[in-house]
């Protein structure tokens, strides 16, 4: 559905006390989207995964040819394979759209 479009994630809560919310946007390509089990699966193309927190919800921006669709979510996994910085982002809400004109 948006496998291989252009993504990028923001931090917009952290979860646990004391750990400040990181303002840097990260931009990511989407591998997949499990749709039964509302799972994002990223790959990372900025920043470093040690700043990406499991304990903090995110909003993602997925650039689609119809527009720009959004999700909350939180981060389930975050590891490094040979494809190179992947991030699994369990989706909170589902999608919403933003048309862009």
């Known amino acids: 559905m948006y496998d291989g479009e252009k993504a990028t994630i923001i931090m917009i809560k952290s ?10 946007l990260y931009k990511c390509t989407v ?22 927190s499991l304990d903090a919800l995110y909003e993602c921006r997925i650039d ?8 909350i979510g939180k ?6 394979n ?3 910085k992947i991030l699994v982002l ?5 999608f919403y759209e933003k048309n862009v004109k």
């Not at 369990?90 to 589902?94: D, I, R, T």
């Open 15 to 24: 979860l646990k006390e004391g750990i400040e919310i990181d303002k840097n």
């Open 31 to 52: 591998i997949e989207y499990q749709k039964e089990s509302e799972q994002v699966h990223l790959l990372m193309e900025t920043g470093e995964m040690k700043n990406i």
């Open 64 to 71: 689609t040819m119809k527009g720009e669709v959004h999700c």
């Open 75 to 80: 981060m389930k996994e975050r590891y490094g």
């Open 82 to 84: 040979h494809a190179g």
């Open 90 to 94: 369990q989706v909170l809400n589902g």
